[in-house]
């Protein structure tokens, strides 16, 4: 028969403080905060006064005067790149040059920065996934990643400060 970790206790203690964040997050229209990163999208949300789209099927958040994010987040521990579609094609290439960009900067599950991007500065990125696309076949492409650095070279920092330190290099 299994036993419970030494931890038990401590997790015991610790779990109705998540179930309150929870709780949080389902009032501003998040499920799980331990998929998807609801927990850091509530963070989002609410440090930026946004919120969220219905179903997250297209924008992912939206501000008080109207206007549609797309939100993508990083950990600097694990990468120095935002993943973008795991089936990015001509219908989500639009929908990506029609809103503008949120890049949420974490160091494991603090906030350090946000940067703010629009269409035209991600143009040069959305032609060459476009461009590919096409030399596929109009085959679905697997994730193109954004590089760290060129979101704090290019971007609008709006939120903490520059996250310099490690991106000597991109993914």
């Not at 779990?15 to 998807?36: K, N, T, V």
């Not at 029609?98 to 890049?103: I, K, T």
Request: hydrophobic share 40%.
């Amino acid at each position: 028969m299994l036993k419970p970790h030494k931890d038990k206790a401590r997790l015991d203690r610790l779990f109705p403080a998540l179930r309150e964040y929870q709780a949080l997050a389902s009032a501003h229209g998040i499920s799980d905060i331990f998929q998807d990163n609801g927990g850091k999208l509530l963070q989002l949300l609410i440090e930026l006064d946004l919120t969220i789209v219905a179903g997250r099927a297209g924008s992912d958040a939206i501000d008080r005067s109207g206007r549609e994010f797309e939100i993508k987040t990083m950990n600097l521990s694990l990468t120095r790149s935002f993943s973008t579609h795991h089936h990015l094609n001509d219908a989500i290439l639009r929908h990506f040059r029609s809103v503008d960009w949120l890049f949420a900067f974490y160091r494991g599950i603090e906030l350090s920065a946000v940067y703010r991007m629009s269409p035209p500065q991600l143009e040069g990125l959305f032609a060459k996934w476009e461009a590919t696309w096409l030399e596929r076949g109009k085959r679905d492409l697997n994730n193109p990643k954004i590089p760290a650095r060129f979101v704090c070279e290019n971007g609008q920092l709006i939120y903490g400060f520059p996250p310099q330190q490690g991106l000597t290099h991109t993914a």
